[in-house]
């Protein structure tokens, strides 16, 4: 259902379902997020709202659905919460710390 890197990438939209990757250790210094990938060594830090997105990926969500979250949490418009959102996740996918599923 999910896959990582290896697997035919496509473009993330509103409707993907997005979830955190296993395999990392994470902290929180200063309500941002640190995470350290255990296989390669690899430390990840998000800051604030990078930081409530990666909290929001405990369980399998829609980007459709972190956005519509973070407008109620956050001023922001939701065209431009949209591509913040997938601009971050899309690095996140990259980095192999988040998994994909296209299915409805």
Request: charged content about 20%; aromatic content about 6%; overall charge negative.
């Amino acid at each position: 259902m999910f896959a990582h890197s290896g697997s035919q990438i496509r473009p993330l939209s509103p409707a993907t379902m997005v979830a955190r990757y296993s395999g990392f250790i994470e902290a929180e210094v200063n309500n941002e997020v640190v995470a350290l990938n255990v296989e390669n060594g690899t430390c990840y830090g998000l800051n604030l709202v990078g930081s409530r997105i990666w909290n929001l990926l405990t369980a399998p969500v829609r980007i459709q659905d972190i956005c519509a979250r973070l407008q109620t949490e956050y001023k922001v418009e939701p065209g431009v919460c949209e591509r913040q959102v997938i601009d971050l996740l899309e690095e996140l996918r990259a980095e192999g710390l988040i998994t994909t599923s296209d299915e409805e």
